[in-house]
């Protein structure tokens, strides 16, 4: 994830390691469906791309909360959220 600088190239890679979180069978289904559904919006090109943001930012840190998730994709998760706070607002 590091090097990414245009936000096409964040969402990309954010968008892979969500595809992983998503279909990785440790993760509990809760977990794995916010995945899908951050995945859900992060593709929905019909939003400007803050709101896109923000609203995956938002549900990334109620999943990073979630007692049951493994630490691995709780550090995941974190990487994903830090990655899209580097998208500008006013793009």
């Given at each position: 994830m590091l090097g990414a600088s245009e936000p096409e190239d964040v969402i990309?890679?954010?968008t892979q390691v969500l595809e992983h979180i998503a279909n990785d069978n440790s993760v509990p289904r809760n977990i794995r469906r916010s995945a899908n559904d951050i995945l859900a919006t992060l593709k929905?090109?019909?939003?400007?791309l803050f709101l896109r943001?923000?609203?995956s930012i938002s549900i990334l840190e109620d999943i990073s909360n979630d007692p049951n998730i493994p630490l691995h994709t709780?550090?995941?998760i974190w990487n994903v959220a830090s990655q899209l706070e580097t998208i500008p607002?006013?793009?």
């Open positions: 990309k890679q954010c929905n090109e019909a939003e400007p943001t923000s609203s709780r550090t995941l607002v006013d793009e």
